[in-house]
């Protein structure tokens, strides 16, 4: 069996990397800039180094001193000297010098490696002295340089979000899909059907496991779609594709992106450029094909820019049993759902999960609450939002989950709903608040699992929440809990009234409502 062959400037750049900063200017760039021409070309993995490590480690004067030396390179009489220095700029910043400096080297090589690697780098750098001279026709670029260099300009000058209050008037026929974990569509489906006192914008047309379809019976915004909470993701759907040859789904892909529905829905909801970032979900990366839908979808209509970064939609292509779903998906981070979420606990509850619960504990008038494992406080403060609030309580173990919790709450503004949260073991609390037994209408909570943080005896831990629970439930109040064990209450004043079966991120969980005798 052959031995692998070592490849010298790999093995070079190994031993580099590990370097400081420090040790790679005042030693190996040195040894570099003395070494004779041949010499030179077998150590250019030290502007490799040179590009990673300092971006990743250096200051911005050591960066600086980087920069000057990287620029000084372009002009090195050996072409594999120069195609390195113009890789590792664009790593540590480079600015309108260093763009005109690789403009103008591609105006002049007539080597088409060099033109290659000074595109990637223009990919990367490029702004507007890039687009003029692309519209000016002074340089050739790829049509993927180009719409980066584009997307580049656009998201510097003319910066983009998605509009919440946008109108879509032209609505008819638009499919809207409504994604969440699974387990949680009835909950999706009753909201939308119940969606308040005024009339509603959308009728569910379907539910398939984490998917409830949806369709819009009148202009509506995305804000509309947003007022709805027990969702995770949306997605209005532009069209469905089968796989075919991989022309013919490039074309397929590209004319679905830059259909008329798609730019009606760009220009009703997007404020600024539009950008979108393309993701075949559960494909991974797909980086070959990303580059030759895009390009070609550049081609088609060059206002609809893709862009990896910071692009405010998403176009994701869902695989389905009969072929792909292309939606296209707003990227609102943070989620204005959510608004009141300054920070979180680790294994928190997954937002949508707290509204659904919240929603199963439905919405009576002048109820007491209390969550007796509180977390960062979403359950709490979703059933507050939905009204009918008169007091909530939060009890923790963590004391940094109770200080979480009193800043999430502050941040609802819930000025009318009187709250405590107390740093205790649930089972002390009504020892020592003023809640009394028999008073409580609902508790909702969502207790720890054991599976990040161990839990001596989950059982027990379950088993004595069921007991509190009979003793503070008022007759007629609720328990609404994910049950993490296949476990059944033993209190006879406790009556479960449902049990769903819920994907909780990789294992399923049982959410449970109990009716107090």
Not at 139 to 156: F, G, H, I, N
Not at 237 to 260: F, M, Q, W
Not at 353 to 365: H, K, Q
Not at 508 to 515: A, F, G, I, W
Request: proline share 5%; hydrophobic share 40%; charged share 25%.
């Amino acid at each position: 069996m052959k031995s692998a062959r070592v490849n010298p400037a790999k093995e070079l750049y190994k031993q580099l990397r590990v370097l400081t900063c420090a040790q790679l200017w005042n030693t190996e760039v040195p040894l570099f800039e003395r070494a004779a021409p041949p010499e030179r070309t077998q150590r250019a993995a030290v502007i490799r180094a040179v590009g990673v490590v300092f971006s990743e480690s250096g200051t911005e004067a050591e960066k600086d001193k980087a920069r000057t030396w990287l620029r000084n390179l372009l002009q090195d009489e050996c072409e594999k000297v120069r195609r390195y220095a113009m890789s590792a700029l664009p790593k540590i910043g480079a600015g309108a010098g260093e763009e005109a400096q690789l403009l103008n080297l591609l105006r002049t090589t007539e080597v088409e490696r060099e033109k290659k690697f000074l595109g990637e780098a223009l990919e990367r750098i490029g702004g507007a002295a890039t687009l003029k001279a692309m519209q000016e026709g002074a340089c050739d670029l790829k049509v993927r340089t180009a719409q980066r260099v584009e997307a580049s300009v656009a998201r510097s000058f003319s910066p983009s979000r998605v509009k919440l209050d946008g109108v879509l008037l032209d609505f008819a026929g638009l499919r809207i899909h409504l994604r969440g974990r699974r387990g949680l569509e009835n909950f999706v489906s009753e909201e939308v059907t119940n969606s308040g006192k005024r009339p509603g914008k959308f009728r569910v047309t379907g539910v398939q496991s984490g998917l409830v379809m949806i369709e819009a019976i009148a202009p509506f915004t995305l804000g509309d779609i947003y007022r709805l909470r027990c969702f995770g993701s949306v997605g209005l759907v532009l069209g469905n594709l089968r796989r075919s040859s991989d022309e013919e789904y490039v074309e397929a892909l590209a004319k679905v992106i830059t259909s008329p529905l798609s730019l009606r829905l760009f220009q009703s909801f997007t404020e600024g450029s539009i950008r979108y970032r393309l993701d075949f979900v559960a494909e991974g990366h797909q980086r070959g094909l990303v580059r030759r839908v895009t390009s070609r979808a550049y081609l088609l209509c060059p206002d609809i820019l893709n862009d990896a970064r910071q692009a405010p939609w998403t176009m994701a292509i869902h695989p389905g049993a009969t072929g792909e779903t292309v939606e296209l998906t707003p990227k609102l981070i943070p989620d204005p759902r959510w608004y009141y979420r300054q920070q979180d606990v680790p294994a928190a509850t997954h937002p949508p999960l707290a509204a659904c619960m919240a929603r199963l504990a439905g919405s009576l008038e002048n109820e007491t609450v209390w969550d007796p494992f509180c977390g960062s406080g979403m359950e709490l403060i979703e059933r507050a939002l939905l009204g009918g609030v008169r007091s909530i309580h939060g009890t923790d173990l963590s004391a940094a989950a109770i200080a979480i919790s009193r800043s999430n709450f502050a941040a609802a503004n819930l000025s009318s709903v009187q709250a405590a949260f107390t740093w205790c073991d649930f089972r002390d609390y009504p020892k020592r608040s003023v809640i009394r037994p028999n008073s409580l209408g609902v508790i909702i909570t969502n207790p720890p699992m054991g599976m990040r943080v161990p839990i001596p005896n989950l059982r027990e831990l379950i088993g004595d929440l069921f007991s509190v629970t009979a003793t503070m439930l008022k007759p007629g109040g609720r328990l609404i809990f994910a049950n993490p064990l296949r476990m059944e209450c033993l209190q006879q004043s406790l009556r479960l009234q449902s049990r769903q079966v819920v994907d909780f991120g990789g294992f399923d969980c049982r959410v449970e409502m109990y009716l107090k005798q």
